[in-house]
């Protein structure tokens, strides 16, 4: 990394720490890259990943649009479309080192990734970092809504709930 400027633009991943995810079968670690160097309107984050583990559970984002790049290993990408409708249909794509995928927002691309093969999967996963932000988790019939820092911004953030697709309130009770 240069010393030229105080400003965090250039980031070396070997100079940032792992963040680690442990939920059963979904364990990986993430280095915010797009953080760490000052980006606004665009996230960058490095993941390793063992084989047979996944990251987050299915998912759509309604305001954000993402994008995986594989540097080595191999993944699983599932993909379902229409996920509003439950339909159910969910494609498998093997993706190798080179390999890009665009997931924009919406029910049409919900997304989760999983490791294969034998070697330890090491991807980026870039993504726009608009707010407010809903995320959809398909499997689980629920939601998360955030508001105040984009995705992967959590000390800025004033709402960061997660709940059932079927919770509603009237807007005048109470």
Do not use: C
């Not at 980031?11 to 059963?24: F, P, Q, R, T």
């Not at 294969?116 to 809504?145: C, H, I, K, Y």
């Not at 800025?156 to 709930?161: E, G, M, Q």
Request: hydrophobic share 30%; net charge negative; no cysteine.
């Amino acid at each position: 990394m240069s010393d030229d400027s105080e400003d965090a633009t250039v980031v070396s991943e070997s100079d940032l720490e792992w963040d680690e995810y442990d939920h059963g079968d979904r364990q990986f670690r993430r280095k915010q890259l797009g953080v760490a160097a000052g980006g606004e309107e665009l996230g960058t984050s490095l993941y390793e990943l063992e084989p047979g583990n996944r990251t987050w559970p299915r998912h759509y984002h309604a305001g954000n649009e993402e994008a995986i790049y594989v540097l080595g290993g191999e993944l699983t990408l599932y993909l379902e479309r229409g996920a509003d409708e439950n339909d159910g249909e969910v494609s498998e794509h093997v993706l190798e080192p080179g390999d890009y995928a665009a997931l924009p927002s919406g029910p049409d691309h919900a997304h989760e990734v999983e490791a294969r093969g034998d070697e330890t999967a090491r991807f980026l996963v870039v993504s726009t970092m608009n707010e407010p932000d809903l995320s959809v988790l398909v499997e689980r019939d629920a939601a998360m809504l955030f508001a105040g820092g984009a995705p992967g911004n959590y000390e800025d953030r004033y709402i960061s709930k997660t709940v059932d697709l079927d919770a509603e309130v009237d807007y005048w009770d109470g």
